[in-house]
Every structure is written in structure tokens, then in C-alpha cells.
């Protein structure tokens, strides 16, 4: 598959979470694309089973209403309720090559709804799977198409974390607009700064930490229009990176890119940009939105990682703090010493930040904050 290609997809990915109603036209130019017979995906909130995206491209009729009644033996075609609750996220599964797959004569979901399609396969990507949220998209296999090969699969691998990033941002941002009215009512509540930039590094939105360094000019400043690097590392550095971000989505991955500056002082001081096209009508993000640019504060000991996270999830004031020591490492007497709180309070914020961001625990919240780390 081309570079071409791979951006076109992407986009038309993207083009769903500026846009719901654009889901099946991007899930249907996967399907034509890889010639499937049919794909469905699914977005579902849990514990309510609130169906926030549910698409079906080429799908019969007639088979699309006896779906739902057959649902609860798909598990079985997988291994098992149990194994499926393992499988990994983001990783192409041809159902052939899975546990499970020789069950299929004996399930009912199989011969009433695989076999009279003439189905003989399917690759499933597995985006969300927790407490929170599954989602997944299916993609049958017909007959008369050649079997799935590994380049194939190597190819969906590119466009899995893309499929991923749009459900959960796409999440993310109808959780955010429905908590702060905007997200930039949320990026204005944390301790980084973030400014939102067009593709010409325009400022379209500058929270209030980012007013306050651009006000001094370090380390950033707005120079003949646009947002720059007081002083980059690497001249042009901070244009490159937004211009990949608002033109090749494939070629930023999928946590943005980080970018080392220096302070006034000759400290170091870390940005990071992730990326926005091709979401900016929604959730109050300004038109032509191209990039995020998280900042830390100069002044005070910001963590850009945990603050990233805490706008992104929706995290209180009081579930930020308590995300920031445990993403440190530090024990819960040492936060409740630090916090003034009491353990009960403790367990509490941590239960609603296990919520909010879909993780288990400790541990999973460290690997999170990580994610969106950037090195000084």
C-alpha cells in the first residue's frame, strides 16, 4: 500500500471525529480498499451499553436485524469469554490463525450468519476493551477472495492505532465538551501551556499559561504571526513537526512528537505537538486547528505528561494531583502526607481516575503517563 494510499485512509479516519455521520465512509474505503464482503464497526459505552457508533457497510438486511440476536455466541468463536477479554488492542486478529476458530461448525452465530454469506474469514481490530468503552471493527472474508496474507495484516497494523486514536479521541472530546462546555475550557484549567496552531503555525488559541510565555517570550513567542520557539534546538524544528502533523498523520505515530528547547536560563524545556486535523469543527476547537503544543511552565515544576492526560481525560483538580504522585511512583501515605487527605479520599480519587481513564491500576497508570511524556 502507498504512502497515498495509507494518508487517504487516515483521513478519511479522521474525518469521523470531526464528523460521526462520516464513520461508514471511512469504514466503507477500508472495506473497498482490502476487497472484505462486509464490515461493521462498533463503539459502546459501558456500563450503560450507550451504542455511541454503530456502522455497517454492505451488510444485508435481512442479516443486519438477526445480528443482535446472535451476538452472545461470538465470544465462543474467539476462545472464550475469558480470552477474549485478553485480546490484544490494536493488533489486526485473522479469525483462522485464533483459538476458537474450530469451534465454528458447532455456533450458532456461525451457521446461522457466517456460513449463508459465504464467509470464510474475518480480521477483527480490537480498539477499546475495558469497563468503560469496546469497540471494534470486523472485516469479513467471502469466498471467492484470496485468504488474508501477512502483508496485508502488516498494512491494517498502520491504520489500527489511527482507528484507535479517532475512537478515543472522538470519546474524549464528547466527554470533555459535555463536562467544560469547550476543550479549551479544559487545556485553560491545567498547568501547561497548550496553544492551538493552524497548519502555518497561526495561533488560534492560546490557554493561560501559554498567554503568560508569550507574553515574556520564553520559551515561546509569537513572531511575524506565528507561534516559534524562543530557542529551538533545531531551527524550524517546531514547523516541521506541525506540518507533518496537519499533512501526514501516518508520519507523527500515534502520541505526537516531542520537541527539545532551552530556556532562557540554558535549562532544557520540552514541547510537544499532537496532532489535530481533521477534528477541529467538533467539541469547540477552533476552525483549521492543525496541532496541540503542550508546553511546560518555566517557572513551576510542571509534568507536560500528566497534564496532557488530565485535559485530555477530564481528570478534577484534586484526580490530577493524585495522577501526578502516582505516575511519580510515590505510595499512597506519601501522597495522603502530601495531599493533606485522608486514605479514604485517596482510594476515591483513584477509583474515578481508574474510571476516567479506562485503567486497572497503578501500574497501567504509570504506563499511561509515560505515553504522553516528552524528555527535558
Known amino acids: 500500500m502507498s504512502d497515498t494510499t495509507i494518508n487517504d485512509l487516515v483521513g478519511c479516519i479522521y474525518d469521523a471525529v470531526i464528523e460521526p455521520s462520516r464513520w461508514p465512509d471511512a469504514i466503507e474505503a477500508i472495506r473497498v480498499h482490502y476487497q472484505f464482503q462486509l464490515a461493521m464497526l462498533g463503539i459502546m459505552k459501558l456500563p450503560t451499553i450507550v451504542p455511541l457508533v454503530q456502522v455497517s457497510c454492505n451488510v444485508p438486511q435481512q442479516y443486519a436485524e438477526s445480528l443482535p440476536h446472535l451476538t452472545m455466541h461470538i465470544p465462543e468463536l474467539w476462545g472464550g469469554p475469558a480470552v477474549s477479554a485478553r485480546l490484544p488492542l490494536e493488533e489486526p486478529l485473522l479469525h483462522s490463525r485464533m483459538r476458537g476458530f474450530e469451534t465454528k461448525d458447532h455456533n450458532r452465530y456461525y451457521l446461522d450468519w ?39 495484516l502488516d498494512e491494517l497494523r498502520i ?22 462546555a469547550t476543550l479549551e475550557a479544559a487545556f485553560d484549567a491545567i498547568g501547561s501551556g497548550v496553544v492551538l496552531v493552524d497548519k502555518d503555525l497561526g495561533i488560534l488559541h492560546a490557554n493561560t499559561v501559554a498567554t ?22 533545531v531551527p524550524g524544528q517546531l514547523e516541521d513537526t506541525v506540518r507533518i502533523a496537519a499533512s501526514n498523520e501516518a508520519g507523527i505515530g500515534r502520541r505526537g512528537l ?68 502516582v505516575a511519580s511512583g510515590r505510595t499512597s501515605t506519601e501522597i495522603t502526607l502530601d495531599l493533606g487527605i485522608a486514605p479514604s479520599t485517596l482510594k476515591s480519587h483513584l477509583l474515578r481516575v481508574f474510571d476516567k481513564t479506562g485503567r486497572r491500576n497503578r501500574v497501567d497508570l504509570v504506563r499511561l503517563a509515560d505515553q504522553f511524556s516528552i524528555p527535558a
Open 114 to 152: 457466517v456460513r449463508p454469506q459465504n464467509i470464510v474469514d474475518q480480521v477483527v481490530i480490537l480498539m477499546a476493551n475495558d469497563r468503560t468503552m469496546n469497540a471494534s471493527l470486523g472485516m469479513a472474508v467471502h469466498a471467492d477472495r484470496k485468504p488474508v496474507d501477512d502483508t496485508e
Open 159 to 180: 491504520l489500527a492505532p489511527h482507528l484507535r486514536r479517532a475512537v478515543m479521541i472522538s470519546d474524549l472530546l464528547d466527554a470533555s465538551i459535555e463536562a467544560n
Open 212 to 233: 503568560r510565555m508569550l507574553d515574556r517570550e520564553e520559551p515561546i513567542r509569537y513572531q511575524a504571526g506565528r507561534l516559534d520557539i524562543t530557542r529551538p534546538l
Open 258 to 325: 516531542s520537541l527539545p528547547a532551552r530556556r532562557g536560563d540554558n535549562s532544557p524545556v520540552a514541547l510537544h505537538v499532537m496532532p489535530l486535523e481533521q477534528r477541529s469543527d467538533r467539541a469547540g476547537l477552533p476552525n483549521r486547528a492543525a496541532a496541540a503544543v503542550f508546553i511546560a511552565d518555566p517557572v513551576v515544576d510542571s509534568n507536560i505528561g500528566v497534564d496532557a492526560v488530565s485535559a485530555l481525560y477530564g481528570l478534577t483538580p484534586a484526580e490530577a494531583k493524585v495522577f501526578g504522585h
